[in-house]
């Protein structure tokens, strides 16, 4: 079971980006994905969940209404656009899947991906 992230980088501020992650070895289509980030000295945090089939999803307060979370069963991927980008959302990004979505918005998956760099310049 593999989770690979990609797609992260440097933007400015207002601009946007677009987070993959392609999951490998696993049944991907059963499981709940998610998205955490963490901020250079500071803990990890919860920004986004789909769950199994893709309908019911949620999301942290500073993802709502600018983050899409949304993921492609047949290509055992999850993606996550970002939009309206601050500083503040600079960050590693991590994907992560778990057995319910519950459990990846608590941070229990048991899965975890290399992150991707965000950097959002001022």
């Known amino acids: 079971v593999q989770l690979q992230a990609s797609g992260g980088g440097l933007v400015q501020a207002g601009g946007s980006l677009r987070l993959s992650c392609a999951a490998s070895g696993t049944i991907f289509k059963a499981n709940a994905m998610g998205w955490f980030r963490q901020p250079a000295g500071k803990a990890r945090e919860f920004v986004a969940v789909?769950?199994?089939?893709?309908?019911?999803?949620d999301y942290s307060s500073s993802a709502y209404g600018r983050f899409t979370i949304t993921r492609d069963s047949e290509k055992d991927a999850v993606y996550l656009e970002m939009n309206s980008l601050t500083p503040e959302d600079t960050a590693i990004y991590y994907c992560t899947r778990g057995d319910t979505a519950a459990d990846v918005r608590a941070g229990h998956g048991d899965t975890w991906g290399r992150g991707t760099q965000v950097t959002v310049s001022s």
């Open positions: 789909v769950s199994w089939h893709g309908e019911g999803k």
